[in-house]
């Protein structure tokens, strides 16, 4: 099956800076890689999502880059805010199931 | 437009009672229903997913079941609860087919004591 590791698995940013968390997966067959950020208490909320056929995207503040031979993916937050301190998770799917990483603490100080 | 909607949101159960705890979703036909299990401070594990009504896939054996009796409908279930089963239990739903986009209910605690 498919695995997914992430790193780090915290991050501790000053206001304003870029954020940057990468995952790998080893399923060369993955062909989604959904982002999900996570608040305390509620169930992830989908932020951003990249399929295969496409190197990047870009939606305000976040964008995703995947780099397909390297089967890696990484999440890109610029002038981090506050409301940007959450768990995120990237996931890898070519079926009917993600396989989640372990998640990233991020915690934008004042 | 859809919506998933999960409860109890809390419970604390005692060892060896039972649990069921349901999910239903709102605004789409057939779609794919998946529970997730979520430890404190970890990862999410895939526990079931169905892909139609009776039809449920096992990720992890373990002393929990799922069951699907109607179309929109996800039930997680346990005989005997474990001091192990404590933990956040996510419903989540996606469009029918393949690569696309998984969407979480709120979540339940529970915990077992």
């Known amino acids: 099956g498919e695995n997914v590791e992430q790193h780090p698995s915290t991050l501790s940013v000053q206001e304003g800076d870029s954020a940057v968390i990468k995952c790998t997966y080893s399923?060369?067959?993955?062909?989604?890689f959904p982002w999900y950020k996570q608040e305390l208490g509620k169930g992830p909320q989908l932020i951003i999502d990249?399929?295969?056929?496409?190197g990047e995207k870009k939606d305000q503040r976040i964008a995703v880059t995947l780099n397909k031979t390297a089967k890696h993916f990484s999440l890109h937050i610029t002038e981090t805010q506050p409301e940007d301190s959450a768990v995120y998770f990237c996931a890898a799917s070519y079926d009917y199931k993600l396989s989640f990483g372990a998640g990233t603490t991020v915690t934008v100080r004042a | 437009s859809q919506t998933i909607h999960q409860w109890p949101a809390t419970l604390v159960q005692p060892v060896g009672s039972p649990l069921s705890l349901e999910c239903t979703v709102e605004?789409?036909?057939?779609?794919?229903l998946y529970w997730y299990r979520q430890a404190a401070g970890r990862g999410l594990q895939l526990l079931f997913y169905s892909v139609g009504i009776g039809q449920i896939s096992s990720e992890v054996p373990q002393n929990l079941s799922a069951s699907r009796p109607q179309d929109r409908q996800f039930i997680l279930s346990s005989k005997k609860l474990l001091l192990s089963d404590s933990g956040f239990y996510l419903c989540a739903w996606s469009v029918q087919g393949s690569g696309n986009t998984i969407y979480f209910g709120e979540g339940s605690w529970l915990t077992v004591v």
């Open positions: 605004g789409t036909s057939n779609p794919n």
């Open positions: 399923d060369s067959a993955s062909n989604y």
């Open positions: 990249i399929r295969s056929n496409v």
